[in-house]
């Protein structure tokens, strides 16, 4: 059974996340703000996070990216605010995915699930090419083991662009793989950060990521 943590500083909104958790099959914990959170995953072995950005002590942005240095879980963030701008920079710092207040319960299980299954069927999987490696389930890239300092965005889109080799990706296709399945973002997104992780791979890696005029990109690896 996955254990699931609610971290909201609404008790409503906690009772009616945890109801709908239990029913769908979850172990449930609760935290009222992000240092509560911290305190909680620390000890315990938690799946996945439903994280809220306006909370006292420490906002969601903060909490993300602490949880994600002490393990990388799958976040969700609620929000009552739909400005773009939190949404990519909640990508940035880690969240999988975002769901605007007030949401339906039974939507947000629906992500919890797609969330836990795209991690299950990465686990134990590592990309090889040449000297490039990519370690799908502990999310870290190396060149001749040196560890890249890649954005966790970066690393999903590497992780979904290697995984799906040789095949031409639109933008579209990269933004809902990616970012998420009903974000509607501008193609610069997926330009930025494209032109991000070819400087990071290098001048030897960075021609796997070949650009598809007209269409967006592929990873390319020649046998």
């Not at 609610?6 to 239990?22: F, G, K, L, N």
């Not at 969330?115 to 590592?126: A, I, N, P, Q, Y």
């Not at 040196?146 to 095949?167: F, G, Q, S, V, W």
């Amino acid at each position: 059974m996955a254990k699931l943590m609610i971290v909201d500083d609404e008790v409503m909104i906690r009772e009616v996340v945890r109801e709908y958790a239990v029913i769908s099959g979850y172990d449930v914990v609760e935290a009222n703000d992000g240092i509560e959170a911290l305190e909680i995953f620390e000890k315990d072995n938690i799946d996945i996070v439903i994280l809220d950005i306006m909370m006292p002590r420490l906002d969601g942005f903060a909490t993300c990216r602490r949880i994600k240095e002490l393990k990388d879980v799958p976040i969700i963030m609620l929000s009552a605010r739909q400005e773009e701008h939190d949404k990519l920079f909640g990508f940035d710092v880690g969240v999988d995915d975002y769901v605007t207040k007030p949401f339906s319960p039974k939507e947000l299980m629906a992500r919890v699930k797609v969330c836990l299954d795209r991690r299950k069927k990465s686990e134990g999987e590592v990309l090889v090419f040449d000297e490039l490696k990519i370690d799908v389930l502990g999310r870290v890239v190396t060149i001749n083991d040196e560890r890249l300092p890649l954005t966790p965005k970066e690393i999903d889109l590497l992780i979904y662009m290697a995984t799906n080799r040789n095949i031409a990706l639109s933008r579209e296709k990269l933004l809902y793989a990616v970012w998420n399945y009903d974000y509607y973002g501008d193609d610069r997104t997926v330009d930025t950060h494209i032109k991000m992780l070819r400087h990071n791979l290098g001048s030897k890696y960075r021609d796997y990521i070949v650009t598809v005029r007209g269409m967006g990109y592929k990873f390319e690896v020649k046998s």
